[in-house]
């Protein structure tokens, strides 16, 4: 679990970076190629093509988009057998990124949101909703759509890659405390994602035991 929170802070400081550098830096740190859970983000100039979109204040931002997948050793919810790390680093231009936690059985359905966050950079000062990766595992009212659900067919190492897209309604995200210690930054308590969508994901459904073995564990 821990190693699962590391690599996940990793790939959202590179999001957030990315989401702030120029076009050539989101360009060479969003693909990983040897890592098979990360889905290649489109280059820049290329928005349309990015697989997440998400809709905040009534304006429309496109994200990138990566999922992490373990067993929910937790067992929240009887039958849905995964914690998914969603993690949507902004493109080219969206100086935002987002994560969401949620649990799924390999099939389409409506499955609980479990953690989220959104980071959003500004002028003067940035903001951050929510705990940075999602916060620890728990049952909310919030629901992912799993649409769409693909067995990609064995990855050659002992388990299969698989493709989701899918979409969720309305989140409102409090605030990180420390983000509202001072008032003369007028931060909000809360943002609202008005709704998102994500197309096309991949994840290996053995990921904990690829990393063991890479590990040498």
């Not at 290649?40 to 100039?45: F, H, L, R, V």
């Not at 969206?94 to 969401?100: G, T």
């Not at 728990?138 to 002992?158: A, H, R, S, V």
């Amino acid at each position: 679990m821990i190693r699962f929170f590391i690599f996940s802070a990793v790939m959202l400081l590179l999001a957030c970076n990315g989401g702030e550098g120029n076009s050539s830096s989101a360009t060479n740190t969003a693909p990983i190629a040897n890592n098979p859970t990360v889905t290649t983000i489109a280059p820049p100039g290329a928005a349309s093509a990015l697989p997440t979109s998400i809709v905040v204040e009534g304006k429309q931002i496109d994200l990138g988009g990566s999922l992490i997948v373990q067993k929910d050793k937790d067992k929240l919810q009887p039958g849905d057998d995964y914690l998914v790390i969603f993690t949507a680093p902004g493109g080219a231009t969206a100086k935002a990124s987002m994560v969401i936690n949620f649990l799924m059985a390999l099939r389409p359905g409506s499955y609980p949101i479990v953690g989220m966050s959104f980071k959003r950079e500004g002028n003067p000062f940035s903001e951050i909703y929510g705990e940075i990766l999602g916060g620890k595992a728990k049952l909310t009212n919030y629901k992912m759509n799993i649409t769409e659900c693909k067995d990609l067919g064995e990855n050659g190492q002992g388990g299969h890659k698989w493709s989701i897209s899918g979409n969720f309604g309305e989140l409102v995200i409090p605030a990180m405390e420390v983000m509202l210690v001072s008032k003369k930054r007028n931060h909000p308590a809360a943002i609202k994602i008005e709704k998102g969508s994500f197309t096309n994901l991949v994840f290996d459904d053995n990921w904990e035991a690829i990393m063991k073995k890479a590990t040498g564990e």
